[in-house]
T-cell receptor
Framework: DAGITQSPRHKVTETGTPVTLRCHQT?????MYWYRQDPGHGLRLIHY???????DKGEVSDGYSVSRSKTEDFLLTLESATSSQTSVYFC??????????????FGPGTRLTVL | GNSVTQMEGPVTLSEEAFLTINCTYT??????LFWYVQYPGEGLQLLLK?????DKGSNKGFEATYRKETTSFHLEKGSVQVSDSAVYFC???????????FGKGTKLSVIP
């Protein structure tokens, strides 16, 4: 299994509070991604990173920010959580390059509930 | 932009039944196509993939063929098992990109 961990695995918070989710990898992969999974929507890309300090927006980036100060860590921050951000959040990594075995590996997910 | 459409679920089958989950896509150029599987309480795992037209991806008895003429990548298995119960996602990456675009997922339940 690819070395990806997410923390916390479960979190309940209140509307208006800041929340930070952490993704940690031990694979030294260049690319890291944050997705959210919601019923009827599949997985949607929030933000991604293509290197240390290099990030870009995905499809559903409003209300989220990210930071990547080290190769191994990619943080997702909800500055002021809203109930619409209740979801399961997945981190993924990809080595880059065009190798036939290159693929995105997913973490175990973080279930976030905003009351 | 890119998009993936897969059949709505849930799908309930008896053990040893034949499985088809339809997937069609819209993309410019020549995307790579993927099927991911999510078992209960877990993250997504790559099940199979195909990177060019007419390629067949296969794994664990599942198969899917990249059909450019019909822009499809249907997932099939000849004889499902209870352990195949999961949510299946069709996905693609555009040419020259690593970003995945997912379908909405199809939940499969296999009953003994």
């Amino acid at each position: 299994d690819a070395g990806i961990t997410q923390s916390p695995r479960h979190k309940v918070t209140e509307t208006g509070t800041p929340v930070t989710l952490r993704c940690h990898q031990t694979e030294n992969h260049r690319y890291m991604y944050w997705y959210r999974q919601d019923p009827g929507h599949g997985l949607r890309l929030i933000h991604y990173s293509y290197g240390v300090k290099d990030t870009d927006k995905g499809e559903v980036s409003d209300g989220y920010s990210v930071s990547r100060s080290k190769t191994e860590d990619f943080l997702l921050t909800l500055e002021s959580a809203t109930s619409s951000q209740t979801s399961v959040y997945f981190c993924a990594i990809h080595p880059g390059g065009s190798g036939v075995d290159n693929e995105q590996f997913f973490g175990p997910g973080t279930r976030l509930t905003v009351l | 932009g890119n998009s993936v459409t897969q059949m709505e679920g849930p799908v309930t089958l008896s053990e040893e039944a034949f499985l088809t989950i339809n997937c069609t896509y819209t993309a410019t150029g020549y995307p790579s196509l993927f099927w991911y599987v999510q078992y209960p309480g877990e993250g997504l795992q790559l099940l199979l993939k195909a990177t060019k037209a007419d390629d067949k991806g296969s794994n664990k008895g599942f198969e899917a063929t990249y059909r450019k003429e019909t822009t499809s990548f249907h997932l099939e298995k000849g004889s499902v098992q209870v352990s195949d119960s999961a949510v299946y996602f069709c996905a693609l990456t555009g040419a020259g990109s690593y970003q995945l675009t997912f379908g909405k997922g199809t939940k499969l339940s296999v009953i003994p």
